[in-house]
C-alpha cells in the first residue's frame, strides 16, 4: 500500500540549530513533492516545491532534498527561531495523479 | 486580503442534520479540493474539483456531495451527518497553469464540525 511517513514525535532543538525534518515515502513515483506549514488552528501553508528531476532547492534559510532513490526528502531550517515553531507537512503528487496525498506532519519546537 | 474564505468558522450538529460547507476564492484559481483533518490520521481528500464544471471523489467521499457552483465556489454538503464526521475541514485552491504549476495549495482558515 502507499505510504507517506514523518516522524511522529516531536522535534525538540535549540534556538540557533538546524532543523532536519524527514518525509518517506513507498510505492508512489512522485513527479514533485511540498513541504506544508501549519500553525495550530490554521490551515496549511505552502512554503516549497521540488520536481523529481531536482536534488535540492532552497528558500531563505529552508533548504529541502529529494532522494527518489531512498524515497526520501529532508527538510530543514537552518538559524531555527522560535517562531519556526509549528507542524511541517509533505505531500506527495504521484505521476498521474492530480491531487497532493499528505503525511501526517511533524511538530517541531524550537526553545529559546 | 486574496485568498480562500470558509464559512462558517464553527458548527455543533446534531447526529442526522445536514449542513453545507461553503468555500470560495478570489484568486482566479482553476481547482478545488476538500479536505478533513483527523488526529492522527493527517489530511485527507474528499472531494476535488479540477476545473469549473467537473468533481471527483478522493479518498474519504462517503457521506458527502459538492458542487462547484462557478469558477469561485466549492461547497461541501453533509446530508445525514454522523458523528464520525466530527472533524475540521479545510477547503484549498491551486491554479495549474503556467509558472503557477510551482505554487502550492492555498488553504482556508478551516471549519471545526462537531457532530453529536
Known amino acids: 500500500s502507499q505510504k507517506i511517513e514523518q516522524n511522529s514525535e516531536a522535534l525538540n532543538i535549540q534556538e540557533g540549530k538546524t532543523a532536519t525534518l524527514t518525509c518517506n515515502y513507498t510505492?508512489?513515483?512522485?513527479?514533485?513533492l511540498q513541504w506544508y506549514r501549519q500553525d495550530p488552528g490554521r490551515g496549511p501553508v505552502f512554503l516549497l516545491l521540488?520536481?523529481?528531476?531536482?536534488k535540492e532547492k532552497r528558500k531563505e534559510r529552508l533548504k529541502v532534498t529529494f532522494d527518489t532513490t531512498l524515497k526520501q526528502s529532508l527538510f530543514h531550517i537552518t538559524a531555527s527561531q522560535p517562531a519556526d515553531s509549528a507542524t511541517y507537512l509533505c505531500?506527495?503528487?504521484?505521476?498521474?495523479?492530480?491531487?497532493?496525498?499528505f503525511g501526517k506532519g511533524t511538530m517541531l519546537l524550537v526553545s529559546p | 486580503n486574496a485568498g480562500v474564505t470558509q464559512t462558517p468558522k464553527f458548527q455543533v450538529l446534531k447526529t442526522g442534520q445536514s449542513m453545507t460547507l461553503q468555500c470560495a476564492q478570489d484568486?482566479?484559481?482553476?481547482?478545488m479540493y476538500w479536505y478533513r483533518q483527523d488526529p492522527g490520521m493527517g489530511l485527507r481528500l474528499i472531494y476535488y474539483?479540477?476545473?469549473?464544471?467537473?468533481?471527483d471523489k478522493g479518498e474519504v467521499p462517503n457521506g458527502y456531495n459538492v458542487s462547484r457552483l462557478n469558477k469561485r465556489e466549492f461547497s461541501l454538503r453533509l446530508e445525514s451527518a454522523a458523528p464520525s464526521q466530527t472533524s475540521v475541514y479545510f477547503c484549498?485552491?491551486?491554479?495549474?497553469?503556467?509558472?503557477?504549476?510551482?505554487?502550492?495549495?492555498?488553504f482556508g482558515s478551516g471549519t471545526r464540525l462537531t457532530v453529536v
Open positions: 484549498a485552491s491551486r491554479d495549474w497553469t503556467g509558472a503557477a504549476f510551482l505554487n502550492g495549495y492555498t
Open positions: 510505492n508512489y513515483s512522485p513527479a514533485y
Open positions: 521540488i520536481r523529481e528531476n531536482e
Open positions: 505531500a506527495l503528487l504521484n505521476s498521474g495523479y492530480s491531487t497532493l496525498t
Open positions: 484568486m482566479n484559481h482553476n481547482s
Open positions: 474539483s479540477a476545473s469549473e464544471g467537473t468533481t
